[in-house]
Structures are given as structure tokens and as C-alpha cells.
């Protein structure tokens, strides 16, 4: 159980083009998923977090216009990168919130989509 | 100060040796403790969760929670060169994010 999605898993891109990616919770229902952006030997950063019917919520210093997120279902979240550039160049992971109903939810991630923009 | 400090290793150890990870924090809030497996280009797998301080056991792996120290562990037994990849400690507090340490890249050589 707790299986999350994503498609593509793999993306190259021309420069100033947009690229769609989605985030699906497989069998169970997701009022929260998390989208992350990871650069090769570094952690995992937060980009927004997403509830479904409400509008994501953004880390400082992720433009939201650059990066919009839309969350349409309890299975479905996407995240388009609009204009994209050389160095939004990275491995775009998202994560969906398991809700237990006792002390807290535990993410359970997506195995990650590597946009390469040329 | 970053809220959770883990070293990044890399840490290379032989085959059927005991591991230890550890990651601190300076946040008292954070009740919530995961310990994440995440090989190369892929997603982080869940591998442990805890929100009491003590030990918790599955398998080869012991995940240990230290609130008073503000310190959590991860042990590996018996460790496999399957077991190589990086682990990441996680926690928070209730609130819906997740704060990351950097992770710890981890070999076993046969």
C-alpha cells in the first residue's frame, strides 16, 4: 500500500518550453502531496505544498509563477515548470500525506521525475 | 544553525558490519522521527517512524529516538552492500512539513 507515481519519469526539454509533471497517490487518497526539488548530492528541498481544492502553498523563494502546481483530486497533483530554463534543470520529487487519523501523516514519495533542460 | 544536522559522509563500511546513523536537531517542537532509503535517481523509500523516545526494531534496522539530547539513530545489522544508498532523517512537529536532514551516503563493500 501507500504506492505514489509519477509520469514522466525522464524529461528533456528545449529552453523556454513548459513541462507538465504529475503526481499520483495509487490507492489511497491524498489531501496533501509535497513537491520537492533535489540537486545532485543534496537534500531534499520543499518547494510547495499542495492541498487539494486550495491553492498550493509556496517556500520562500519558489516563484509561483514559474511553478504551478494545481491539485485536482485526492489522487492527482501536477507541477508545471513554465519557461523553462538550464538551470531548473534538476529531479523534481513529490510526496503524498498519508492520513493515519492518530499523531501525524508520513509521506510516502514519488520515485521522481529528472527534467534536463537543453 | 541548520534545524537538523546529519553528516554527509560518504560512509563506506564492509559487509556484515554494524552501521550507525545519527542526525541531531535544535528544534524541541519535533515529536515526529523518519528515517528515509533513497538510492540513486530515485525516489526516498520509508524505511522507519517513531515518535516516542526509546528503540524501535524492524528487521535488521533500529531506529532510536533521544528527545532529551535532541539525537536520533538508525542502526543497521548485519548491513547488506544492497543496504548501500543514501539515508535521510526526517522529522516534524505536527506541522504538515517535513524538515530534512542532508543525508548520508552510505556504501557497504563486499
Not at chain 1, 515548470?81 to 499523531?103: K, M, N, Q
Not at chain 1, 501525524?104 to 527534467?115: E, K, S
Request: glycine share 8%; hydrophobic share 30%.
Amino acid at each position: 500500500g501507500a504506492v505514489v507515481s509519477q509520469h514522466p519519469s525522464r524529461v528533456i526539454c528545449k529552453s523556454g518550453t513548459s513541462v507538465k509533471i504529475e503526481c499520483r497517490s495509487l490507492d489511497f487518497q491524498a489531501t496533501t502531496m509535497f513537491w520537492y526539488r533535489q540537486f545532485p548530492k543534496q537534500s531534499l528541498m520543499l518547494m510547495a505544498t499542495s492541498n487539494e481544492g486550495s491553492k498550493a502553498t509556496y517556500e520562500q523563494g519558489v516563484e509561483k509563477d514559474k511553478f504551478l502546481i494545481n491539485h485536482a483530486s485526492l489522487t492527482l497533483s501536477t507541477l508545471t515548470v513554465t519557461s523553462a530554463h538550464p538551470e531548473d534543470s534538476s529531479f523534481y520529487i513529490c510526496s503524498a500525506r498519508l492520513a493515519s487519523g492518530g499523531f501525524t501523516d508520513t509521506q510516502y514519495f514519488g520515485p521522481g521525475t529528472r527534467l534536463t533542460v537543453l | 544553525q541548520k534545524e537538523v544536522e546529519q553528516d554527509p559522509g560518504p560512509l563506506s563500511v564492509p559487509e556484515g558490519a554494524i552501521v550507525s546513523l545519527n542526525c541531531t536537531y535544535s528544534n524541541s517542537a519535533f515529536q515526529y522521527f523518519m528515517w528515509y532509503r533513497q538510492y540513486s535517481r530515485k525516489g526516498p523509500e520509508l524505511l522507519m517512524y517513531t515518535y516516542s523516545s526509546g528503540n524501535k526494531e524492524d528487521g535488521r534496522f533500529t531506529a532510536q529516538v533521544d528527545k532529551s539530547s535532541k539525537y536520533i539513530s538508525l542502526f543497521i545489522r548485519d548491513s547488506q552492500p544492497s543496504d548501500s544508498a543514501t539515508y535521510l532523517c526526517a522529522m516534524n512537529g505536527g506541522a504538515q512539513k517535513l524538515v530534512f536532514g542532508q543525508g548520508t551516503r552510505l556504501t557497504i563493500n563486499p
